[in-house]
């Protein structure tokens, strides 16, 4: 059985920063990609960030330049550093992990980010 083990979510002021956190527990899986979605009020989850095994990363456009995802392969945890929050990124923060080679999708329970002054 496959866990995910988020941290770091909070409350912080525009321009602030987190560092969001997601270890994967309870299992030997191998995880082609991880990475972070996120769902902000009102709409769906989308992506954030995804970090593959071979070192590729992708960022939302609305990422870009503000968000730096970062992964350990071997211990199978993904952080993602987040810089200049405005208050659009308020929301639920899920970890997510593509199992190799099923393709199946593991899902963390969600941490919340809100930025707020």
């Known amino acids: 059985q496959v866990q995910f083990v988020e941290s770091g979510g909070g409350l912080v002021q525009p321009g602030g920063s987190l560092r969001l956190s997601c270890a994967a527990s309870g299992s030997m899986f191998d995880f082609s990609t991880m990475g972070w979605y996120r769902q902000t009020p009102g709409n769906n989850r989308e992506l954030v960030a995804g970090?593959?095994?071979?070192?590729?990363?992708n960022y939302a456009a609305h990422a870009k330049g503000r968000f730096t995802i970062s992964r350990d392969g071997a211990e199978n945890k993904v952080n993602m550093q987040m810089n200049d929050l405005n208050p659009a990124d308020t929301g639920v923060y899920y970890c997510?992990?593509?199992?190799?080679?099923?393709?199946?999708?593991?899902w963390g329970q969600g941490t919340q980010v809100t930025v707020s002054s």
């Open positions: 997510y992990g593509m199992h190799y080679p099923t393709m199946k999708t593991y």
């Open positions: 970090h593959g095994t071979d070192g590729t990363t």
